[in-house]
């Protein structure tokens, strides 16, 4: 049931990025859903599931973006990894440690991928940074929570706790 969910909520992420979010690009910044799943499925499922799923979303993305082929496989898969054990023991319910973990999450991911695509180029590393980087982790941490908000209150139970 669980690898049911989490298929289901990987594809429903990958519809609302490829075809809905583009309409809420605030100066050409968008929500990053793709990066909240896999911060999903290392806390939900652990460092192998979330390296694993890291690794295959961020290749699947890597099919479609432009960019050297596998650094977005990294950067997930590092993500993946990094969430799982961060996050092991943290009361995932609170609100405040879901915006924390996703805006974390984001930026570790955007530093090893403009640290790759950068090429060593400082100020081009720094300026990814801070026009694309923070604003775009910003802004996904918020949509993540408001989307979580919405699925937890039709659902009329948390999404992100564990299973028992």
């Known amino acids: ?90 009361h995932r319910a609170n609100a405040g440690v879901r915006f924390a973990f996703f805006l974390f999450a984001m930026l570790a991911h955007d530093v090893v991928y403009f640290a790759a695509a950068s090429l060593g180029d400082l100020a081009l590393f720094l300026k990814q940074m801070l026009t694309i980087a923070l604003p775009s982790a910003l802004y996904t941490a918020l949509v993540v929570i408001v989307i979580l908000a919405l699925v937890e209150n039709v659902w ?4 992100l706790v564990d299973e028992t």
């Open 1 to 90: 049931m669980k690898s049911v969910r989490d298929i289901a909520v990987l594809v429903v992420a990958m519809i609302l990025q490829a075809t809905f979010l583009y309409r809420f690009e605030i100066a050409g910044i968008r929500p990053d859903l793709l990066v909240a799943f896999v911060v999903y499925l290392g806390w939900m499922r652990g460092p192998i599931a979330g390296t694993a799923g890291g690794f295959l979303v961020g290749l699947i993305q890597d099919l479609d973006a432009p960019g050297p082929l596998g650094l977005n496989a990294l950067s997930k898969t590092i993500v993946g990894f990094a969430v799982a054990k961060a996050g092991f023991r943290v």
């Open 156 to 159: 009329k139970r948390p999404l």
